[in-house]
């Protein structure tokens, strides 16, 4: 598997993940968490 191959997978799957409405809760906590360290 190439790595631009795998790389794509990558990206759907966090697509996928970021995009889900399962997760949609999850995520939001953690931005709200990461923009909070980042500050």
Known sequence: MTSTA???KVR???H?????PHYQST???SILLLEGLLR
């Open 6 to 8: 795998l790389f794509s």
């Open 27 to 29: 995520n939001n906590a």
């Open 16 to 20: 996928y993940t970021l995009f889900s």
């Open 12 to 14: 759907k799957a966090i």
